[in-house]
């Protein structure tokens, strides 16, 4: 039992020197949080510690945790020098066209044949009542090694407006992640070996618990490389197309260019909204025949309730009708009687003439 103690304690004293070995290279190259989980084995080495632990044994440990931590930094050091650089391509394109349909074709075949990949697309297919015309946004996987043939067929097929690039070296960081999953890996071994050899069932699930904890931190690190290696493998081109009937100028002007580039863009855009007048309201007339046959039958309506009124007016007068005869014949017989007088008048004035 004792040998079997005196074992744990000389594997826990390898894996922490082994740790401490992979955060050196950490600080030293990468900026990676990955540590190894080693509260357990530390707790487990001060109890199954012996207090009265002979110091030729207590040398011994150390000779060997010595000797394993720096085998396990020079291979470290000699992955570092030889894996490749692990560099991370991202490119961002906006470009135009004129012939939106011949140029998705071309770049899908294009993208087939290279060995690439759509990865998302999100296409407008325009709309006819209000002009505007067609775009897509596509993000597309291309293998590394022939990211610029495909970066130089798509600006010989179109206009374009905007090109950026950026390149992420993760190279210090995957060699960190596989190194330290190695020693993981390594750990693993010896703690099978452990497990086969253990007595008591304390140690069995010590041992155990230890294990699986092991095994998915070995898992989580493969998976990350996996994605690093994707994204190293295929570049990643984020690219928006937009159907144009004219091609923006990429080059600097004179004053005298940009009058006269102004001045046809001008003619341009009056040529446009004209045609584009023309066009709504060759779309827009059933609306009008329609509308125009709802006011003209409102019209008629009105009319002929208007005439039906003034018939039942002239066949049946109101009393408001009556007073209003009323007061016309008032008028007419007052301005008989002033007639009269008048000419009464005249007479009278006429008659006295002679006397004088």
Same mark, same amino acid.
């Given at each position: 039992m004792k040998k079997f103690r005196k074992m744990i304690v000389l594997l826990t004293i390898c894996c922490l020197f082994f740790t401490a070995c992979g955060g050196s290279s950490?600080?030293? #190259?990468?900026?990676?949080?990955?540590?190894? =989980?080693?509260?357990?084995?530390?707790?487990?080495?001060?109890?199954?510690?012996?207090? !009265?632990?002979?110091?030729?044994?207590?040398?011994?440990?150390? &000779?060997?945790?010595?000797? #394993?931590?720096?085998?396990?930094?020079? &291979?470290?050091? #000699?992955?570092?020098?030889? =894996?490749?650089?692990?560099?991370?391509?991202?490119?961002?394109?906006?470009?135009?066209?004129?012939?939106? %349909? /011949? +140029?998705?074709?071309? +770049? *899908?075949?294009?993208?087939?044949?290279?060995?690439?990949y759509i990865e998302h697309k999100d296409a407008y297919n325009g709309s006819q009542t209000s002009g505007a015309l067609r775009y897509i946004s596509m993000t597309v996987r291309i293998p590394s090694d022939r990211l610029d043939a495909f970066v130089d067929r798509v600006g010989e097929e179109c206009n374009v407006?905007? /090109?950026?690039?950026?390149?992420?070296?993760? &190279?210090? =960081?995957?060699?960190?992640?596989?190194?330290?999953?190695?020693?993981?890996?390594?750990? *693993?071994?010896?703690?099978?070996? +452990?497990?086969?050899?253990? /007595? =008591?069932?304390?140690?069995?699930?010590?041992?155990?618990?230890?294990?699986?904890?092991?095994?998915?931190?070995?898992?989580?690190?493969?998976? *990350?490389?996996? &994605?690093? %290696?994707?994204?190293?493998?295929?570049?990643?081109?984020?690219?928006?197309? %937009?159907?144009?009937?004219?091609?923006?100028?990429? *080059? !600097?002007?004179?004053? +005298?260019?940009?009058?006269?580039?102004?001045? #046809? /863009?001008?003619l341009y855009q009056v040529g446009r909204g004209i045609k584009n007048f023309i066009i709504e309201f060759i779309i827009s007339i059933p609306y009008l025949v329609v509308w125009g046959a709802v006011l003209v039958a409102l019209a008629f309506l009105l009319r002929l309730i208007r005439k039906k009124r003034r018939e039942k007016r002239s066949h049946d007068p109101s009393p408001e009708t009556g007073k209003k005869a009323a007061g016309t014949l008032f008028r007419s017989r007052r301005e008989s009687r002033w007639k009269r007088k008048e000419k009464e008048t005249e007479e009278s004035h006429g008659s006295e003439e002679p006397r004088l």
């Amino acid at each position: 039992m004792k040998k079997f103690r005196k074992m744990i304690v000389l594997l826990t004293i390898c894996c922490l020197f082994f740790t401490a070995c992979g955060g050196s290279s950490d600080s030293a #190259g990468s900026s990676g949080s990955y540590k190894s =989980t080693t509260s357990y084995d530390m707790a487990a080495a001060e109890e199954a510690a012996p207090a !009265e632990a002979p110091a030729a044994l207590e040398e011994a440990i150390e &000779t060997e945790a010595g000797a #394993g931590g720096l085998d396990s930094a020079a &291979t470290v050091e #000699g992955s570092t020098a030889e =894996t490749e650089r692990k560099l991370i391509r991202t490119i961002d394109m906006s470009v135009e066209t004129q012939h939106y %349909d /011949e +140029l998705l074709t071309t +770049l *899908q075949q294009q993208i087939r044949e290279l060995g690439g990949y759509i990865e998302h697309k999100d296409a407008y297919n325009g709309s006819q009542t209000s002009g505007a015309l067609r775009y897509i946004s596509m993000t597309v996987r291309i293998p590394s090694d022939r990211l610029d043939a495909f970066v130089d067929r798509v600006g010989e097929e179109c206009n374009v407006i905007r /090109e950026s690039e950026y390149v992420e070296d993760v &190279t210090l =960081t995957y060699v960190d992640m596989d190194s330290h999953r190695q020693m993981l890996a390594v750990e *693993q071994q010896r703690l099978l070996e +452990l497990l086969e050899k253990a /007595e =008591t069932i304390e140690d069995i699930i010590a041992l155990e618990s230890r294990l699986s904890e092991v095994r998915y931190e070995i898992e989580s690190i493969a998976s *990350q490389l996996r &994605t690093y %290696d994707n994204l190293v493998d295929y570049s990643t081109v984020y690219l928006y197309i %937009d159907e144009v009937e004219r091609y923006t100028p990429v *080059q !600097e002007k004179t004053d +005298l260019e940009k009058i006269k580039s102004g001045f #046809g /863009e001008s003619l341009y855009q009056v040529g446009r909204g004209i045609k584009n007048f023309i066009i709504e309201f060759i779309i827009s007339i059933p609306y009008l025949v329609v509308w125009g046959a709802v006011l003209v039958a409102l019209a008629f309506l009105l009319r002929l309730i208007r005439k039906k009124r003034r018939e039942k007016r002239s066949h049946d007068p109101s009393p408001e009708t009556g007073k209003k005869a009323a007061g016309t014949l008032f008028r007419s017989r007052r301005e008989s009687r002033w007639k009269r007088k008048e000419k009464e008048t005249e007479e009278s004035h006429g008659s006295e003439e002679p006397r004088l």
